[in-house]
DNA sequence: AATGAATGAGCCTTCATTCAT
DNA sequence: GATGAATGAAGGCTCATTCAT
């Protein structure tokens, strides 16, 4: 009423506090209230802008994706015509400050991974979309790095595993120690041995 | 309705179907009804035999851990004293057998992942538990195959990144499509190549 | 809590209620709340018994058919094998009886006639279950009243005249007046009368 | 969209769409926005024009006895001073084809109907201030069939069986099936049955 | 004259939990 | 040890209405 509050649309509010609320609670564990009441928006904003919680939680997926991608490019910001080993470090990199950063971005990754392995059943598509690309990316890169020789299935299953590393580092900020214990690793540090891992594991299958 | 039914106590019947329901509809989209009326039991008798439905969910996440390990042995059949490269297989496989199962265990799986991104803050006691002595393992495991000049941050990165790889596994059968295309690719045939490529990057970074 | 209440379980007391506030209010007027309330239940108490308002509306429509029937027995208590004409004074006569009611029954009648008009759909069903048998009978008698020689189609359309003449009288109090008048009519002479002009029509017509 | 549509100034087309809605899903089941929605305009447009649903309710109500009156005049084309069997005649066919007509007129007789068993307390005024000088016309048709000798409260209760016998006939189509079987009937049939019956029965009753 | 974003009261339904038996 | 009727808090959603433009 009497604070400022932010100049954003209501839709916008909506669509940010939908995010966090739903990153924070999951789909069931959301509600409706607590995110208009996030907005500063009517109980029926929702219902009014979105038409209902799922769709809402569709929009407030699709940005999360767009604000993750902006904040990390892809790339990693690591040029088309690099070597694939240095691209290949550029994606790594993203993934993981990705999947680790402590704000928006990492509450959308820990909510597309409890997605991927428990889906609701509500992005698969969105999910799909996104993801296919990247995936196609990443095969061509592995690709690259390993030569004609390697058969296909193997493509697949490295690409795979590369995700898997980087997306496994999702966990809670309390979860951390129990997972890393006491020595101190930063992020730096972990996209470094991932990819050194992961490079020297191919050029070993190479051989 | 008049048949005698499996003969297990109502309190065993609850644990098992607790442990369905959970998995597949996560904590808060069980519902415990639904867990009654699965194990053929009154409405009442989960808080009678449980107290609540959080008491329950856990007792049913340590059940379902039990269930998991005893279908699948941690080192997966490999001998204490075989070769380290064989042990790590043997964990490997367990691991991913475990990931990719297709009944229960598969479910409970899903359910770990999404419990490690997305903490419901019920079971991190009894995971933190369950885990962290496998995890000391790996990491012995992981130092016996890299030898002593290797660091520490490495070596935690390395078992966490084996950790991921497996647990990343982790996908509802319709989603596997999406992530492995038309490629037919076994189980085996991911646990030979997750091996050789973990073990073919940790000689590499040693050389 | 302290008043003595109807000693009469939850259920039935739901039912009764639901067919007056129904009856007062028509399907989407009417509440659950109000419902509840006037049968001093608990608000999930539909819930527990019927599954929803849907279900209790079926129900309290088929009680409130039985309630009806049993109060205005169909063959106005003329036995089976008296004359045609009277026993067709006795079909009026209880059809005339059981819609200007000015209890229950009169609300359910007064139901019926607008669920006829204007289905909700939800049911028809139940009503043409109901309603068949009764037409049949009536189809049966106008037949043997008038011979014959009379086309089929003409017996249709007296028989549902007849209908139409008795359910025609639903009227709330309130709107009797505007109908009917200063002339003080009661139930009686409607039916004398109602019945002398059908049977003299059918005399009549075969001349 | 773009098209310039129907000339019709808004509260007109607001107007149209009411009696619509209005007749398909009773004053309850009627949303504003639906109304709004099929006239093109705005949603705020019915508080704009009418002030509140209930007074655009009102309107429409008027609206369509208009229409209805307009499209089959009460005495059904039968000129003043033609003999009473004949004026009988062609305000039975004026009111019967009112009812059974399969557009908005239909729609408006159902509506009625339903109004006059269930009144929603929103249009009696309107609906006595119509039906009153028809009821009187119809009086006066009856008692010079009849003669002197005929009761006052017989001529009523006839009167008020015509009116029954016709208005009764207002059916949803998919509902006729139910009450006219298999045997074909058209509204001639129905119309110079009717109205046979009634004569007849008068004419009986005289004697 | 008309718009569309926004509001808030109220409704149906779900669900974990309790209580008397 | 077990039951099932009953409860109440809370959630998502609808909808007539209002307000600033």
Redesign the interface.
């Known amino acids: 009423m009497s604070e400022p509050k932010s100049k954003q649309p209501t839709k916008q509010r909506l669509l940010q506090a939908a995010c966090e609320v739903f990153a924070e609670n999951?789909y069931?564990?959301a509600t409706v209230a607590e995110i208009c009441k996030r907005a500063e928006a009517n109980i029926a904003a929702v219902n009014y802008h979105f038409g209902d919680k799922e769709r809402l939680y569709i929009a407030a997926w699709r940005r999360a994706l767009d604000v993750a991608i902006e904040k990390y490019p892809l790339d990693g910001g690591v040029p088309h015509d690099a070597p694939p080993e240095e691209r290949l470090h550029g994606r790594i990199e993203s993934l993981i400050r990705k999947t680790m950063d402590e704000g928006e971005v990492g509450h959308m990754m820990?909510?597309l991974?409890?997605e991927?392995?428990?889906?609701s059943g509500k992005v698969?598509e969105a999910l799909?979309e996104t993801?296919?690309p990247l995936?196609r990316t990443m095969l061509e890169l592995v690709r690259e790095l390993a030569g004609e020789e390697m058969s296909?299935?193997?493509v697949?299953?490295?690409s795979?595993?590369i995700?898997?590393?980087?997306?496994?580092?999702?966990?809670?900020p309390?979860?951390r120690k129990?997972?890393?214990?006491k020595?101190?690793?930063d992020q730096d540090?972990?996209i470094d041995?991932?990819t050194?891992?992961?490079?020297?594991?191919?050029?070993?299958?190479c051989k």
Do not use: H, W
């Open positions: 999951g069931r564990g820990r909510f991974v409890a991927i392995s428990m889906p698969l799909t993801v296919q995936r296909d299935q193997d697949v299953i490295i795979t595993s995700y898997n590393i980087c997306s496994g580092l999702v966990l809670r309390e979860m129990n997972f890393f214990g020595v101190g690793i540090m972990i041995t991932a050194r891992l992961v490079l020297g594991g191919i050029k070993e299958m």
